[in-house]
């Protein structure tokens, strides 16, 4: 299957399973399902994750909140801040969608229809990302970042990792952040929540030297369906403080943050999980058959 998942875009690089560790490849993810149990063992797994970075990012920057004027941007003190963004972060995914770019639908989407599934990049086996070819080794960059903010280690399957996407709200500037990032979209159904993450921008670009993850408005990927307040960082000025960010489309695009609030899937995707595919172009006839034969909704020239 050739499936790439939310990225960049730059050359393709092949996967083999002897980079990936010695992990064996799997082609199909959490075969036992996504109930209400496994959705609560991923979450008490992300929370843990992301309680242990916060205490030891605040360990190490105990000062950090001196950088802003909390009094400046409207808040009586840092509690009152952190539970303004949390639940500005919130009602910002719930008012929109989470969902997965597709790269060239003919293949790619027509492939992930085939097999059931949308596979993670190292389920699949290839990947847009300039560093690819180091995928699985030492020098994974993004299997390191996993490892610290998702509570996933080297010996942890590679089904167990999430696929990434983004938060689609109305008015986000799909034609210049988000288009470049494949032809179309998957809609993923409302209870895909319960079991994301979200970041405000790219999980990698907000990481500090030395890729030990630390994000610039939180201390680490928060549940899409419930964050933790606790887990809100200081900003670095009151311009990123994050309901300000999340209150327009506008404000969020014109950061150096990736222009999105990225969303990371935990516990594999299957196709009963995709509401409907947007495409931002017409898709070719072999493309909208196969949607039909599976009963998955599309809509054509989509521009939010």
Do not use: C
Request: without cysteine; glycine residues 8%; charged residues 25%.
């Amino acid at each position: 299957m050739n499936y790439l998942d939310f990225t960049t875009n730059n050359l393709l690089y092949p996967l083999t399973k002897g980079e990936a560790a010695g992990h064996p490849f799997r082609g199909n993810q959490w075969k036992d399902g996504t109930g209400s149990e496994k959705v609560a063992e991923i979450q008490s797994r992300l929370a843990k994750a992301a309680d242990k970075l916060t205490k030891k990012t605040f360990a190490d920057n105990p000062d950090s909140g001196s950088v802003m004027t909390l009094r400046d941007a409207g808040y009586r003190n840092f509690e009152e801040y952190q539970k303004a963004s949390a639940q500005a972060i919130k009602d910002y995914v719930a008012k929109g969608d989470i969902v997965v770019s597709v790269v060239t639908p003919e293949r790619n989407l027509i492939a992930i229809l085939n097999s059931g599934e949308i596979q993670n990049g190292y389920v699949s086996g290839t990947s847009q990302r300039e560093y690819a070819s180091k995928m699985g080794t030492s020098k994974d960059l993004r299997m390191k970042m996993e490892n610290e903010v998702f509570g996933l280690t080297s010996k942890s399957p590679l089904s167990e990792r999430p696929v990434y996407g983004f938060v689609d709200q109305k008015g986000l500037r799909d034609d210049k952040e988000v288009m470049q990032y494949g032809d179309a979209k998957m809609v993923l159904n409302p209870d895909v929540k319960e079991r994301s993450t979200v970041t405000i921008g790219d999980s990698l670009d907000t990481s500090r030297a030395g890729w030990e993850a630390k994000f610039a408005v939180t201390t680490a990927p928060l549940l899409a369906s419930d964050p933790n307040p606790k887990d809100i960082y200081y900003p670095a000025v009151s311009e990123m403080a994050i309901p300000k960010l999340l209150s327009s489309p506008d404000k969020l695009s014109g950061q150096s943050l990736g222009g999105y609030v990225e969303a990371q899937i935990h516990g594999g995707i299957k196709t009963s999980d995709i509401a409907r595919v947007d495409f931002y172009d017409k898709p070719s006839p072999e493309v909208e058959a196969a949607l039909r034969d599976n009963g998955i909704p599309y809509r054509i020239k989509v521009k939010n």
